[in-house]
């Protein structure tokens, strides 16, 4: 069984940074992507960002680019998402995903699995 777990989330004041972490158990994940989306409650789920496993290139979504990097340590089965210059806005859940495909998507249905979500809030 896949699990996913994120840690790293918290309150920051704006202009602060953020480090999230997503571990992934249970199986090898080999090419698949890994992503990142935000969800404010009453509001779909946001691509955020998403790294293929084997090329370990980044794609980020608009509001975040400049300010947040997504990485990943094959050898531990884990991907980050370092954030930067937060803003207020940024103030979501944060969910760790699997996609099982080597082509890097940014939409949610395209994603196999689900961590629990981790609370961002940042404070003005």
């Known amino acids: 069984q896949v699990q996913l777990v994120e840690s790293g989330g918290g309150l920051v004041q704006a202009g602060g940074s953020l480090r999230l972490s997503c571990a992934a158990s249970?199986?090898?994940?080999?090419?698949?992507?890994m992503g990142w989306f935000r969800q404010v409650s009453g509001k779909e789920r946001e691509f955020v960002a998403a790294?293929?496993?084997?090329?370990?290139?980044?794609n980020y979504a608009d509001p975040v680019k400049g300010r947040f990097t997504i990485s990943r340590d094959n050898a531990k089965n884990t991907v980050y998402l370092q954030m930067n210059s937060l803003k207020p806005e940024d103030t979501a859940v944060y969910y760790c995903a699997v996609d099982k495909s080597i082509v890097v998507h940014t939409t949610a249905p395209s994603y196999d699995y689900w961590g629990q979500g981790t609370q961002v809030t940042v404070s003005s």
């Open positions: 790294i293929s496993w084997s090329s370990g290139k980044g």
């Open positions: 249970g199986r090898t994940f080999g090419t698949y992507t």
